[in-house]
């Protein structure tokens, strides 16, 4: 098994070069399908991180996903939608899928019938959830979205300024007709409660990347969560050092180290002078955010000057690798 095991990202870094980066950095990838109204889409992205796994298995490994549901003009829901799932769910653990995702769009996008947001305590889930608790598989959740969704889009500095100016559909400030932050937070610990038997591990920081308490609370509370770090590198870096770094630390063996980056076109279907810049770039932003742990002392990220974490060789390797493969059985 790889040292390093980044836990929640979507590369399909194949062939010479991409093969070669992760020999270097001696890493395995856990790509995670992203389910989505366009049904053939995210499945056809599925497909790739499948192949990966089935053609490089100490490379790559990934998690499944299920469609989400849709009613008809009555108000019914499709017919055999969680018998489908179910189904659809056993057939990719049976081909290797180490776990299984929830996205944001439950809580933020789907619709039921009756005009309320699908929650992700919705019953409709809960044959789904006692599914995954027998087959001893973990359930990724993306629920919610930072904090600063719902704030003004009006501080630059903030980590996440950047995305919400560029995709500003999922920006909710001043949106009255969508659930709060707390409310989605609230329905996913409901949720994580309701199924003590459940693996479930909280993608972003849970969305709860504001402050390392906010999580504490939760890891304390439910024994069956963790959460990874994907994509939330800054918010831990703007927050008190010997704070942060406590946490990880107590937390050593709840937190999986995960970067979400994004290129899911196999860079074997790519020209040779792509993959020639996508290579590198990529190698580095991977391997500063893994030395971000490690280090003490200001480093460059993103084009910030950020203090590193400045972790010991005691917390490391959990963080980094151990912890992605108790989380994920099987990767």
Same mark, same amino acid.
């Given at each position: 098994?790889?040292?390093?095991?980044?836990?929640?990202?979507?590369?399909?870094?194949?062939?010479?070069?991409?093969?070669?980066?992760?020999?270097?950095?001696?890493?395995?990838?856990?790509?995670?399908?992203?389910?989505?109204?366009?049904?053939?889409?995210?499945?056809?992205?599925?497909?790739?991180?499948?192949?990966?796994?089935?053609?490089?298995?100490?490379?790559?490994?990934?998690?499944?996903?299920?469609?989400?549901?849709?009613?008809?003009?009555?108000?019914?829901?499709?017919?055999?939608?969680?018998?489908?799932?179910?189904?659809?769910?056993?057939?990719?653990?049976?081909?290797?899928?180490?776990?299984?995702?929830?996205?944001?769009?439950?809580?933020?996008?789907?619709?039921?019938?009756?005009?309320?947001?699908?929650?992700?305590?919705?019953?409709?889930?809960?044959?789904?959830?006692?599914?995954?608790?027998?087959?001893?598989?973990?359930?990724?959740?993306?629920?919610?979205?930072?904090?600063?969704?719902?704030?003004?889009?009006?501080?630059?500095?903030?980590?996440?300024?950047?995305?919400?100016?560029?995709?500003?559909?999922?920006?909710?400030?001043?949106?009255?007709?969508?659930?709060?932050?707390?409310?989605?937070?609230?329905?996913?610990?409901?949720?994580?409660?309701?199924?003590?038997?459940?693996?479930?591990?909280?993608?972003?920081?849970?969305?709860?990347?504001?402050?390392?308490?906010?999580?504490?609370?939760?890891?304390?509370?439910?024994?069956?969560?963790?959460?990874?770090?994907?994509?939330?590198?800054?918010?831990?870096?703007?927050?008190?050092?010997?704070?942060?770094?406590?946490?990880?630390?107590?937390? #050593? %063996? !709840?937190?999986?180290? @995960?970067?979400? &980056?994004?290129? /899911? +076109?196999?860079?074997?279907? =790519?020209?040779?002078?792509?993959?020639?810049?996508?290579?590198?770039?990529?190698?580095?932003?991977?391997?500063?955010?893994?030395?971000?742990?490690?280090?003490?002392?200001?480093?460059?990220? #993103? %084009? !910030?000057?950020?203090? @590193?974490?400045? &972790?010991?060789? /005691? +917390?490391?390797?959990?963080? =980094?690798?151990?912890?992605?493969?108790?989380?994920?059985?099987?990767?």
């Amino acid at each position: 098994m790889a040292t390093h095991i980044d836990a929640h990202l979507h590369l399909a870094c194949d062939g010479d070069i991409g093969l070669q980066l992760l020999a270097g950095l001696d890493l395995k990838l856990l790509n995670i399908s992203v389910p989505q109204p366009d049904r053939e889409k995210w499945r056809a992205r599925t497909d790739v991180f499948r192949t990966l796994a089935r053609q490089h298995p100490n490379h790559f490994a990934w998690v499944a996903g299920f469609d989400l549901p849709t009613w008809d003009a009555d108000g019914n829901l499709e017919n055999g939608y969680v018998d489908r799932c179910i189904a659809e769910v056993d057939a990719e653990l049976a081909a290797g899928a180490v776990g299984v995702k929830i996205w944001k769009n439950v809580g933020m996008e789907v619709l039921k019938p009756s005009g309320e947001y699908l929650m992700v305590d919705d019953p409709l889930y809960d044959p789904i959830y006692e599914f995954l608790a027998a087959k001893g598989t973990t359930l990724l959740l993306h629920i919610g979205e930072p904090r600063s969704c719902w704030l003004p889009l009006d501080n630059p500095e903030d980590p996440h300024y950047g995305y919400y100016s560029q995709n500003p559909q999922w920006h909710m400030y001043g949106r009255q007709d969508m659930p709060s932050h707390q409310a989605i937070i609230d329905a996913r610990d409901r949720m994580v409660a309701g199924h003590p038997q459940l693996r479930v591990v909280g993608a972003h920081l849970a969305s709860l990347e504001y402050d390392v308490d906010a999580v504490a609370q939760r890891l304390d509370e439910f024994p069956n969560f963790a959460v990874d770090t994907s994509a939330r590198l800054l918010d831990l870096a703007l927050q008190e050092p010997a704070k942060v770094r406590a946490f990880v630390e107590r937390y #050593r %063996d !709840r937190i999986l180290f @995960g970067t979400d &980056l994004v290129d /899911d +076109t196999p860079w074997s279907t =790519l020209a040779t002078d792509t993959v020639a810049t996508k290579g590198p770039a990529t190698q580095n932003r991977i391997a500063t955010e893994l030395a971000w742990y490690g280090q003490d002392g200001p480093m460059q990220f #993103r %084009d !910030r000057t950020i203090s @590193g974490l400045g &972790l010991g060789s /005691d +917390t490391l390797p959990d963080l =980094l690798g151990r912890n992605a493969e108790r989380w994920y059985p099987g990767l």
